[in-house]
């Protein structure tokens, strides 16, 4: 198989699992609060809880490998582990915001604010890994922005029951904060990969996504223990009337999560951090009408604007991708042309 035909079958694979887990991770987080879960520090642990998972295909890539040569299981070396377990301590951060925020918002006004995060990887990209810009990335950071902040004029009216104004903002406020760190991890990933002194290899990004979700859980398992999680884990939850349904959204919730996070490290490597966040974007209004169809939740004028100039942006973005690569093919071509043999005709 050559190598191009591999690059886009990762692509796609990886579109795959960062569509279920990001469209479905959000949902069945809500699906705990929403049932009487209150623990948001288990919940931040459920995040990449998944993470033994990845062991399965670094077994298969050691298999092949071993085949082949004498190699060792893993292949991280030690700047690139230290460099994960910082990336790890900073996606446990992200994971208590962004539970402590959807523990209050509906999962469409929370995904809504999450489309912010766009602008900040932006930001984030172009100082730290000199991410280039043209008027089509702008128009779609713009539009995005705009599209989170109308969510701010409209406070009460999306509040879920029985919470107050206060934790409302406080939900929203948390959700953004999450935005923008992980608009932060996600270049510092791509930075980490350009100023690795090894070849990086897709087995190196799974190695590398098995120890920064390893560090984020024990940081948010360090959380659970101080505030008393074990005590309470199963004594709230509503679901079906038992603790088998809980102890299945539990699973489940390990397993998507851990393909939202597989997905976006994976779109960095085949391409780059700002294109891992466009797609986490993209998919944020599916997201937003499963949450309306499977929750009811409530969808105003202010969320349609939001969702509206969301899709603009997204469109803006890839109408800007595909008219570069066409600009890009076309001198291709040209050179091509002009490198055949011309043969006179003769009369």
């Known amino acids: 198989?050559?190598?191009?035909?591999?690059?886009?079958?990762?692509?796609i694979i990886?579109?795959?699992?960062?569509?279920?887990g990001n469209c479905g991770g959000p949902l069945i987080t809500r699906l705990y609060f929403r049932n009487g879960g209150k623990r948001i520090w288990f919940s931040s642990f459920l995040q990449t809880a998944g993470c033994?998972?990845?062991?399965?295909?670094?077994?298969f890539s050691f298999l092949r490998r071993k085949e082949a040569t004498t190699t060792p299981f893993f292949l991280i070396k030690p700047p690139l582990f230290l460099a994960s377990i910082v990336i790890g301590l900073l996606t446990g951060v992200d994971n208590y915001l962004y539970a402590y925020g959807l523990a209050y918002l509906p999962v469409s006004t929370s995904s809504l604010v999450i489309s912010s995060q766009l602008a900040f990887t932006a930001f984030f990209a172009f100082f730290m890994v000199k991410q280039k810009f043209t008027p089509f990335i702008i128009n779609a950071?713009?539009?995005?922005?705009?599209?989170?902040?109308?969510?701010?004029?409209h406070t009460d009216g999306d509040?879920?029951?029985?919470?107050?104004?206060?934790?409302?903002?406080?939900g929203f406020l948390m959700t953004l904060a999450a935005a923008i760190l992980y608009?932060?991890?996600?270049?510092?990933v791509e930075l980490t990969y350009k100023k690795a002194r090894q070849r990086i290899s897709y087995t190196l990004v799974l190695e590398m996504q098995l120890v920064l979700c390893f560090v984020a859980t024990c940081f948010c398992l360090v959380g659970m223990l101080a505030d008393g999680d074990f005590k309470e884990l199963a004594r709230d939850f509503k679901l079906g009337g038992s603790t088998t349904y809980y102890y299945v959204v539990v699973v489940f919730t390990a397993i998507i999560w851990q393909g939202f996070f597989l997905g976006s490290i994976g779109m960095i490597f085949c391409a780059s951090s700002l294109v891992s966040g466009i797609l986490i974007c993209a998919l944020l209004p599916l997201t937003e009408v499963l949450?309306?169809?499977?929750?009811?939740e409530?969808?105003?004028?202010?969320?349609?604007?939001s969702l509206f100039l969301s899709l603009w942006g997204f469109v803006s973005y890839f109408y800007g991708q595909i008219k570069a690569e066409n600009k890009t093919e076309t001198p291709d071509q040209e050179a091509q042309l002009s490198q055949l043999p011309v043969i006179d005709s003769v009369a």
């Open 52 to 59: 033994p998972i990845i062991l399965f295909p670094l077994l």
């Open 1 to 11: 198989m050559s190598k191009k035909k591999m690059k886009t079958g990762l692509v």
């Open 14 to 20: 990886n579109c795959i699992i960062l569509a279920i």
């Open 183 to 188: 608009a932060f991890v996600l270049p510092l």
């Open 291 to 296: 949450a309306v169809f499977f929750f009811r």
């Open 298 to 305: 409530k969808f105003q004028a202010e969320k349609s604007i």
């Open 141 to 153: 950071v713009v539009l995005l922005t705009l599209g989170a902040g109308i969510l701010a004029l």
């Open 159 to 170: 509040k879920l029951a029985k919470e107050t104004h206060k934790e409302y903002i406080v």
